[in-house]
Nanobody
Framework: VQLQASGGGLVQAGGSLRLSCAAS????????MGWFRQAPGKAREFIAR????????YYAGSAKGRFTISRDNAKNTVYLQMNSLEPEDTAVYYC??????????????WGQGTQVTVSS
């Protein structure tokens, strides 16, 4: 499956952004979808994941209460709504897909990343 992430940009601290990730596969609804990020000089880290139906979500501690993952299976798209952004959220954000829940970074499919920059 091919993934295309978009929606990144420059935002002031306290602002919001919504990232989108469009999938090419007609079986999109069978994939667990996730968002990750990688800041300069740091390892890629997990942000959130959502199960195939959208009924179950899971967040990293840094995202809880500020970020919301959702999906629209009719549009083959997963979203990441990010509120109350902080300069520490500056990173390249990646979406990923897998047919099973992965607790590591070894997801099968990755998007190209979209840059999010939060200014103070």
């Amino acid at each position: 499956v091919q993934l295309q992430a978009s929606g990144g940009g420059l935002v002031q601290a306290g602002g919001s952004l919504r990232l989108s990730c469009a999938a090419s596969d007609r079986t999109f609804s069978s994939y667990v979808m996730g968002w990750f990020r990688q800041a300069p000089g740091k390892a890629r880290e997990f942000i959130a994941r959502i199960n195939w139906s959208g009924a179950n979500t899971y967040y990293a501690g840094s995202a809880k209460g500020r970020f919301t993952i959702s999906r629209d299976n009719a549009k083959n798209t997963v979203y990441l709504q990010m509120n109350s952004l902080e300069p520490e959220d500056t990173a390249v954000y990646y979406c990923a897909a897998d047919r099973t829940v992965k607790l590591d970074l070894l997801w099968d499919y990755w998007g190209q990343g979209t840059q999010v920059t939060v200014s103070s």
